[in-house]
Each structure stands twice: as C-alpha cells, then as structure tokens.
C-alpha cells in the first residue's frame, strides 16, 4: 500500500473522531471527568507526537538511502533506537493520537468511538503493515519479530529513541545496518 493511502487512512480515524465529537451527544456532565480527560488527552497527544517525531526522524536518518525522495517505505530494517524495545512507534504514536482526540473532548460516547477507531488501526498493523513489511524483508524481519514486541508502553524505550538521536554520530556507525 502506497505511503499516500496509508497517510489517508490514519487522516479517515483521526477525522472520524473529530467528527464523532461534533455529532454524538454529551452523556456525562461532570466537570472532573471533563477536566481530567481533557488533561489526559493533553498527554495522550503530547506523547503520540513525540513518539512520531522520534520514530520518523530514526526512520529519515536511518532507513532511507535517498532522503530527497521524499517519504517512502524504509529501504532497509531498524534495530536499533526506538526499534530496539518495538517494531510500529509511529502507528503506536498514532493510536495515542487518536485517542487523545476523543479525551480532549471530553465526551464518553467519543471516548469509546476512539476504542474503535484504535481497534481498526491495530487491525491495520497486523493486515497491512506486517504483511508488507515481512514481504520486504523476509527472514531478517521474522527474526526481528522473535525479539520485538509491536508497541511498548514503557517510557524508557522512548527515551532510549531520543537518547539514541542526540546521540546517533557515535551510535549509529556501530549499529546501522547497510
């Protein structure tokens, strides 16, 4: 699948729960709920982001030969930064988004929507972007599914990612696999 279409489909869930926001009805008119989900959205956001920036910045420096291509599919496998504790950052980065919109929000109906909406983005990982990944890079990415787990929840893998790029001069003439 195209880079264009899978942009499409992550912009489709986030504009989905955008859009459940404006139409499903407000059920819950408690002000701490309100007001915590709208802080917990904050850092759901917050850390869909980061997770994003961190996983595309390693995947720019370090799995495409040709930067000036623009975005495209990694031309070799990563094992190393935020790679090294999971195998989907970004998506998982995503997921968080999405979820983060709904909690910003602050309506329970949108809230479960985004349960959904995370349902089908996991769905997707695992028909789409395994499949084409393991078609890309055969047995090396199997190994790499022995060891890695598809998300982690752990906030030191992603200081491990950010460490990893501060820093990558050292890190990655002994690490980055041509």
């Known amino acids: 699948m195209y880079f264009f279409w899978k942009f499409i489909f992550w912009l489709g869930l986030w504009f989905s729960i955008l859009a459940a926001d404006f139409i499903l ?9 309100k007001t915590v989900s709208f802080y917990l959205g904050v850092l759901f956001v917050a850390y869909g982001l980061i ?3 961190v996983a595309g910045k390693t995947l720019k420096k370090f799995a495409h030969f040709d930067i000036k291509k623009g975005i495209q599919k990694p031309e070799r496998m990563l094992d190393f930064g935020i790679f090294s504790c999971m195998r989907h950052p970004a998506m998982f980065g995503s997921i968080f ?3 983060g919109l709904a ?8 809230i479960l929507w ?3 909406v995370s349902f089908i983005a996991l769905y997707f990982i695992s028909a789409v972007e395994e499949r084409e990944t393991l078609e890309q890079f055969g047995s090396e990415y199997c190994e790499f599914l022995k060891n890695r787990k598809p998300f ?3 906030l030191s ?6 460490r990893f790029l501060k820093n990558e001069p050292s890190q990655s003439n002994k690490t980055n696999k041509n």
């Open 103 to 110: 909690l910003l929000g602050g309506k329970l109906a949108t």
């Open 114 to 116: 985004s349960g959904w």
């Open 51 to 53: 997770l994003n920036a």
């Open 152 to 154: 982690s929840f752990s």
């Open 97 to 99: 988004f999405s979820v």
């Open 157 to 162: 893998c992603l200081l491990n990612g950010i």
């Open 25 to 33: 009805p407000d059920i819950v008119f408690n002000k701490t709920f």
